[in-house]
């Protein structure tokens, strides 16, 4: 009875173990290499000058740009020294990952600027910050030892960047827009950093940023953490999506995305232009027409475009008697007649008055004979 309890109790714990192990051992390749981070592979670790090599990639975020590049004077320990002027920009190439964040490109080697060490730097061009480095023999390209690090203070970012500040009324018109990029950083290293120059840069969508100097007054000792604020300022006229980026030593410490809304007092007055240039050339236009036209004789005289002749008010005519005798329009005075007869007003011209029984005017009377 005993040996069957034990030959039941084997497979049972068996199953338990089993079913505990389940959930490590069927999770994704792919799920297993992203908690691990990005990891590079070369298809070769030497290649000339002309020649290429295949890199493949696991581990990335899915669907995100990187870029590809060969840097000289970098080892995966401490990275690319002198940041991407070490490395040969106009032979990279960028790939996308996919749904698994895995990714397969084929990469020509170049030289780089500097001497070897080199790798092969791949890095996310937008999103949160990654990268990774494969070594690389560039064969003929000539070899120098690293610069010896210093051994004094060194520059960490202890909290998260944000960008504090307001547009005001000016930007919304165009004014260059501006930020403060606050954040706070300790100092890890055995020495104090004095009055450090740090470096802002600005991208808008997958360009390189622009960068420029920011200097910070101030002391750090070791061990000592501060409070750092940067002016941050856009070009007139910027809008979009940015990403505003720090940058010490040849390090990017941290980097932080910047919405700027588009200036819609511009496109206001660019539509309130096109409707004003119009009207006024317009009644120009009509001001020079109005004076090179003719004018007919005896007609009203215009002082501007918008004068108008005024219509002429008139009376009703009254009916006119029938026993009214019309005025003469052009009278004329019986003494300037030459030949007028005293007496007649219209100054008609008229035979002398006689006593000739035959005129219809005179009536004649018969006497008694």
């Not at 480095?133 to 520059?155: F, I, M, N, T």
Request: aromatic letters at 6%.
């Amino acid at each position: 009875m005993s040996g069957k309890v034990r030959g039941l109790r084997v497979p049972a714990v068996a199953a338990v173990v089993a079913l505990l192990l389940l959930p490590f051992t069927g999770r994704p390749a792919g799920a297993v290499e992203a908690a691990r981070g990005p990891v590079v592979t070369l298809s070769a670790a030497q290649a000339g000058a002309g020649g290429s090599v295949t890199v493949r990639g696991s581990g990335w975020r899915s669907h995100t740009l990187l870029m590809l590049l060969v840097c000289g004077r970098a080892t995966p320990a401490r990275g690319v020294v002198g940041g991407t002027n070490s490395c040969a920009n106009g032979d990279g190439r960028a790939v996308t990952t996919d749904a698994q964040g895995a990714f397969s490109r084929k990469l020509p080697v170049a030289e780089p600027p500097v001497p070897c060490p080199c790798v092969v730097h791949v890095a996310t061009v937008t999103g949160a910050r990654a990268e990774a480095d494969a070594v690389l023999q560039v064969a003929g390209h000539p070899v120098a030892p690293l610069p010896a690090e210093r051994s004094g203070g060194r520059l960490a970012v202890l909290s998260d960047t944000r960008l504090t500040g307001s547009s005001g009324l000016l930007t919304w018109f165009g004014a260059p827009p501006g930020r403060t990029l606050v954040f706070t950083v300790g100092n890890t290293g055995s020495g104090a950093i004095e009055d450090p120059v740090f470096q802002v840069g600005s991208a808008h969508g997958v360009f390189a940023p622009q960068w420029d100097d920011r200097q910070w007054h101030g002391t750090l000792a070791p061990g000592r953490k501060a409070e750092v604020r940067l002016p941050v300022e856009l070009s007139a006229g910027a809008h979009g999506d940015y990403t505003v980026s720090l940058k010490y030593d040849g390090r990017v410490l941290a980097e932080q995305p910047w919405g700027v809304e588009r200036p819609w007092g511009v496109t206001l007055f660019w539509i309130l232009l096109c409707l004003v240039v119009p009207a006024a050339l317009f009644r120009i236009g009509m001001a020079v027409v109005d004076r090179l036209r003719p004018r007919r004789p005896g007609g009203p005289r215009r002082t501007g475009p918008s004068t108008l002749p005024r219509p002429a008010l008139r009376l009703p005519r009254l009916p006119r008697s029938r026993t009214e005798e019309p005025h003469p329009t052009n009278p004329t005075l019986p003494w300037f007649a030459p030949d007028a007869v005293p007496g007649d007003a219209a100054g008609r011209l008229s035979a002398p008055h006689t006593d000739s029984p035959t005129s219809p005017t005179t009536p004649t009377t018969k006497g008694p004979t």
